[in-house]
């Protein structure tokens, strides 16, 4: 008889206790269709398996079936711990919210709001007006709008004050940002035609000068955020770029890319280029980013002169590149926070982790080391200084003291190194919560400056027992695969010659 058809009915594994139980709480859809997948498997198991298959026991089934549950559960947009020494970390989502944010997100999300309705007219509204008027105060602009990103601001600010004409911009400033979007691409998907002016290291105001003719629509100052050129350089103030653009009767945008509304120096952290420095240096339009260093949703944000902004208002991609009620809705919270907070550094997470004290991250390593030190068998763990990085492009040469759990494999040859670490790497992203770190010369680093508060370093220490078995079973498994390898390539080597042979034995491969 064919064993698969031994495997019980759907109905019947529904009815088993603890499935039954699990019913209860993930429903009834998703706790049948985790049923069928699990017989699906065992019948392709048993296929697989021989002449002679071991049928799977009724509570070994359910057990399979509990884990498929939380798997089909797990949502795609899982919280991680980020410990990669990034602060603001673009694969992770870059800034987290306030706590005023989130709060305004859900009462957006759970009533009608006045999104693009005038109440003191009762009529049709602006959107943009939840915002405008804390951009203006924050930065002195005169006017401001939003979009989806800062991508979509730089592209429809070039679109609106200078497609079909030429755009100006130094050649040391023709960034490329994540994902290989590059300033050239955006100009030409703007319809503007990229002028370069001077050197790559050195541009001067008489460039610039040189440049403009009657096809010039634009100069454009790209804040050079994700890198640095250091060395035999120069370039051109933004006061006089805005002095040679006006002289000539054309408007001068600068992208700032992050656009910090904190003074980072008051904070003792690296100086930041604020948007009002650039508003006051007379740039027409100033773009900059709303979830890295301003720390709030992804937004592009555009201030600047009213007659630029309307320019830009009145763009078709305006509507296509729109926010929608949840995102102004954080962005309105963040920006009130700047504006009304006492202390924006403490209630804003990326400025408060960006402002941690070492001592303060020296102090949560100290009380987690002993929960870690010998938690995996051949792996030490060590507390140590090192540097974290601001991320997304953000003061890319300048770092912050900080302190990581490193973890270093007890062997020395490199190989069984590497892949002791893959697997703890692999076995850290595999928890509940996922843990992310950094390999770096020969060890695993948690940089701890992110882990802050005494909720996060509970959920942390709560998944070590999960660490050691998930480890455990990669280890395992590893050893399994490599235990197999080794029969495949002795009976490879069984089938060649004698000599062919000898010199591998002699070759000293393991």
Same mark, same amino acid.
């Given at each position: 008889m064919d064993v698969r058809r031994s495997l019980p009915a759907v109905d019947a594994l529904l009815a088993h206790p603890d499935?039954?139980?699990?019913?209860?709480? !993930?429903?009834?859809?998703?706790?049948?269709? $985790?049923?069928?997948?699990?017989?699906?498997? /065992? #019948?392709?198991?048993?296929?697989? =398996?021989?002449?002679?298959p071991d049928e799977p026991a009724l509570d070994d089934l359910a057990r399979?079936?509990?884990?498929?549950?939380?798997?089909? $559960?797990?949502?795609?947009? #899982?919280?991680? !711990?980020?410990? *990669?020494? *990034?602060?603001?970390?673009?694969?992770?989502?870059?800034?987290?919210? /306030?706590?005023?944010?989130?709060?305004?997100?859900?009462?957006?999300? +759970?009533?009608?709001? =006045?999104?693009?309705?005038?109440?003191?007219?009762?009529?049709?509204?602006? +959107?943009? +007006?939840?915002?405008?008027?804390?951009?203006?105060?924050?930065?002195?602009?005169? /006017? =401001?709008?939003?979009?989806?990103?800062?991508?979509?601001?730089?592209?429809? $600010?070039?679109?609106?004050?200078?497609?079909?004409?030429? =755009?100006?911009?130094?050649?040391?400033?023709?960034?490329?940002?994540?994902?290989? !979007? #590059?300033?050239?691409?955006?100009? @030409?998907? $703007?319809?503007?035609?990229?002028?370069?002016?001077?050197? *790559?290291? +050195?541009?001067?105001?008489?460039? !610039?000068? *040189? @440049?403009?003719g009657e096809h010039t629509g634009l100069i454009v100052k790209a804040h050079t955020s994700n890198y640095a050129i250091t060395g035999f350089t120069s370039s051109v103030p933004e006061t006089r770029l805005a002095e040679i653009a006006h002289s000539h009767g054309i408007p001068f945008l600068i992208d700032l890319g992050s656009g910090a509304l904190a003074d980072f120096t008051a904070l003792d952290l690296p100086y930041e280029a604020q948007p009002g420095d650039a508003i006051g240096a007379g740039a027409d339009v100033v773009t900059f980013s709303g979830d890295k260093l301003l720390g709030g949703p992804q937004a592009g944000i555009i201030v600047g002169r009213r007659e630029a902004i309307a320019t830009i208002k009145r763009h078709p991609l305006k509507r296509a590149l729109r926010l929608d009620k949840l995102t102004l809705a954080a962005l309105e919270a963040t920006l009130r926070l700047y504006r009304d907070s006492d202390a924006p550094q403490h209630d804003i997470p990326t400025l408060a982790q960006l402002t941690r004290p070492e001592a303060a991250i020296a102090a949560t390593g100290e009380r987690l080391l002993p929960h870690v030190q010998r938690l995996l068998p051949g792996i030490a763990v060590t507390l140590e200084p090192c540097l974290s990085q601001l991320g997304s492009g953000s003061l890319p040469v300048d770092r912050l003291p900080s302190r990581a759990l490193a973890w270093r494999p007890e062997v020395n040859q490199r190989r069984l190194r590497e892949r002791c670490l893959r697997r703890l790497e692999s076995a850290l992203r595999a928890l509940p919560r996922p843990v992310i770190g950094r390999l770096s010369d020969g060890a695993l680093y948690l940089d701890l400056r992110c882990l802050a508060g005494a909720a996060d370093e509970t959920a942390f220490l709560d998944q070590l027992e999960e660490l050691q078995r998930r480890y455990a079973t990669s280890t395992s498994s590893s050893m399994a695969n490599e235990g197999r390898s080794a029969a495949s390539e002795g009976a490879g080597r069984s089938a060649t010659n004698e000599t062919e042979s000898v010199s591998v034995i002699h070759g000293g491969t393991p």
């Amino acid at each position: 008889m064919d064993v698969r058809r031994s495997l019980p009915a759907v109905d019947a594994l529904l009815a088993h206790p603890d499935v039954h139980e699990a019913r209860q709480r !993930f429903g009834h859809r998703l706790t049948r269709r $985790a049923v069928r997948q699990t017989l699906d498997e /065992a #019948r392709h198991d048993l296929a697989q =398996a021989g002449s002679s298959p071991d049928e799977p026991a009724l509570d070994d089934l359910a057990r399979r079936v509990l884990s498929r549950l939380v798997e089909l $559960a797990r949502p795609a947009s #899982r919280a991680v !711990f980020n410990l *990669t020494g *990034t602060v603001i970390h673009t694969n992770l989502g870059r800034s987290p919210l /306030a706590e005023a944010a989130i709060e305004a997100i859900a009462q957006a999300a +759970r009533h009608p709001v =006045a999104l693009e309705y005038d109440l003191d007219s009762g009529g049709r509204g602006d +959107r943009d +007006r939840l915002v405008e008027g804390l951009l203006c105060e924050l930065t002195g602009a005169e /006017a =401001a709008t939003v979009v989806n990103n800062n991508a979509g601001a730089v592209l429809l $600010a070039l679109g609106a004050l200078a497609a079909g004409r030429e =755009a100006l911009i130094s050649r040391g400033e023709l960034i490329e940002i994540g994902g290989a !979007f #590059r300033m050239p691409d955006i100009m @030409a998907a $703007a319809g503007c035609r990229l002028r370069e002016v001077g050197a *790559t290291n +050195r541009t001067h105001a008489s460039d !610039f000068e *040189t @440049a403009i003719g009657e096809h010039t629509g634009l100069i454009v100052k790209a804040h050079t955020s994700n890198y640095a050129i250091t060395g035999f350089t120069s370039s051109v103030p933004e006061t006089r770029l805005a002095e040679i653009a006006h002289s000539h009767g054309i408007p001068f945008l600068i992208d700032l890319g992050s656009g910090a509304l904190a003074d980072f120096t008051a904070l003792d952290l690296p100086y930041e280029a604020q948007p009002g420095d650039a508003i006051g240096a007379g740039a027409d339009v100033v773009t900059f980013s709303g979830d890295k260093l301003l720390g709030g949703p992804q937004a592009g944000i555009i201030v600047g002169r009213r007659e630029a902004i309307a320019t830009i208002k009145r763009h078709p991609l305006k509507r296509a590149l729109r926010l929608d009620k949840l995102t102004l809705a954080a962005l309105e919270a963040t920006l009130r926070l700047y504006r009304d907070s006492d202390a924006p550094q403490h209630d804003i997470p990326t400025l408060a982790q960006l402002t941690r004290p070492e001592a303060a991250i020296a102090a949560t390593g100290e009380r987690l080391l002993p929960h870690v030190q010998r938690l995996l068998p051949g792996i030490a763990v060590t507390l140590e200084p090192c540097l974290s990085q601001l991320g997304s492009g953000s003061l890319p040469v300048d770092r912050l003291p900080s302190r990581a759990l490193a973890w270093r494999p007890e062997v020395n040859q490199r190989r069984l190194r590497e892949r002791c670490l893959r697997r703890l790497e692999s076995a850290l992203r595999a928890l509940p919560r996922p843990v992310i770190g950094r390999l770096s010369d020969g060890a695993l680093y948690l940089d701890l400056r992110c882990l802050a508060g005494a909720a996060d370093e509970t959920a942390f220490l709560d998944q070590l027992e999960e660490l050691q078995r998930r480890y455990a079973t990669s280890t395992s498994s590893s050893m399994a695969n490599e235990g197999r390898s080794a029969a495949s390539e002795g009976a490879g080597r069984s089938a060649t010659n004698e000599t062919e042979s000898v010199s591998v034995i002699h070759g000293g491969t393991p």
